[in-house]
C-alpha cells in the first residue's frame, strides 16, 4: 500500500529479538461478538518474526473502521507489533458522511459504559491471539479512538499503556481515573477547537488527582486530525494535516513503546 502516510513513515523493522531479512505483513479480516453485535476488525502482523511480540490494539476515528486506520495498523506491523484495529461500531456500519459519523460516535460517547466494554471486546481477541504476549499490549486511538483507549484505561483495563492522538480527554466520572493501570500518553493539537483548554485543564486535573503515570504532548499550530492527510489542509475548519504533528507524534508513540515493553 503506497501513499502519503507510507512515504512519511518507511519505517525501520523493529526486530524484538528476531532476526529476518525481509518483513512480510500478513493482513486478515477478523469477526468477532460483543454480545449479539457482530464486528469486524483487522489484524496486522510481520509473518517473518518468529515467536510472540507486543500486541497494539487500535481504534478508529468517527468514520468507523477504513483505509486510514488499517494503514496505520499495517505500518505498527512493520514496526513489529501485532496489531489490530477493533470495530466499534458493527459489520458494515461504516458512516459515510460527517451527520453518520457523528450520529455513530454519539451512540458511544453517551454510554461510556457501553463504549468501554465494546472496547474491551477487541482487546480480548488481541489478548487471545496467539501471537501476542499477552503482558505486553498497548491501545492507541485517533479522535474518537482516543477518547476510546482513554476510557478503556479508566475501566482498568490491565494493559501497558494507551496512547491518544487528537482524541477528547472529556469523561462523565472523574473519579474512574482511579481505576488506571497503564501509562497514558496524550499526543493533543495545541490549537484543537474540538478539544478546548477547558477539556485540557480537566483532563490534567483527574490524572494528577488519580496519581496515573500520564504524560501530554501540545503540538503548536496542529488543530484536530492533525495526523490524517484526509483531513485537509486549511486550519481555520478545525481539522487539517500538519506533517511536523503527524511525524512528531508518531516518533513519540514508538518511544513510548520502548518504556511500556521493556
Not at 155 to 161: D, H, K, L, P, V
Amino acid at each position: 500500500m503506497k501513499s502519503l502516510l507510507g512515504v512519511l513513515f518507511a519505517p525501520a523493522i523493529v526486530l524484538l529479538g528476531a532476526t529476518q531479512a525481509f518483513a512480510a505483513i500478513k493482513t486478515e479480516v477478523v469477526e468477532y461478538k460483543h454480545g449479539n453485535t457482530v464486528l469486524e476488525g483487522y489484524l496486522a502482523y510481520d509473518d517473518a518474526i518468529q515467536g510472540k511480540r507486543p500486541g497494539v490494539l487500535v481504534v478508529h476515528e468517527w468514520n468507523g473502521l477504513g483505509s486510514y486506520v488499517k494503514e496505520r495498523t499495517e505500518q505498527l506491523a512493520e514496526l513489529g507489533y501485532v496489531a489490530f484495529a477493533i470495530d466499534m461500531y458493527g459489520k458494515g456500519i461504516r458512516p459515510k458522511n460527517r451527520e453518520e459519523s457523528a450520529a455513530q460516535a454519539g451512540i458511544y460517547r453517551s454510554d461510556r459504559q457501553l463504549m468501554r466494554s465494546r472496547a474491551n471486546a477487541g482487546l480480548v481477541v488481541l489478548q487471545q491471539n496467539p501471537l501476542t504476549d499477552s503482558q505486553r499490549i498497548a491501545a492507541i486511538g485517533y479522535c474518537f479512538g482516543g477518547g476510546t483507549v482513554l476510557e478503556l484505561a479508566r475501566s482498568g483495563a490491565n494493559i501497558a499503556g494507551v496512547v491518544s492522538f487528537h482524541g477528547n480527554l472529556d469523561t462523565p466520572n472523574l473519579n474512574d481515573a482511579e481505576n488506571i493501570k497503564s501509562k497514558v500518553l496524550v499526543l493533543h493539537g495545541a490549537d484543537d477547537p474540538r478539544v478546548p483548554d477547558e477539556q485540557v485543564t480537566a483532563f490534567e486535573t483527574e490524572m494528577r488527582q488519580a496519581d496515573v503515570d500520564w504524560q501530554l504532548v501540545a503540538y503548536g499550530g496542529a488543530v484536530h486530525s492533525f495526523t490524517n492527510p484526509e483531513a485537509g489542509n486549511d486550519p481555520s475548519k478545525g481539522s487539517a494535516y500538519n506533517e511536523a504533528a503527524d511525524k512528531r507524534s508518531w516518533e513519540a508513540m514508538k518511544q513510548f513503546f520502548v518504556e511500556i515493553f521493556q
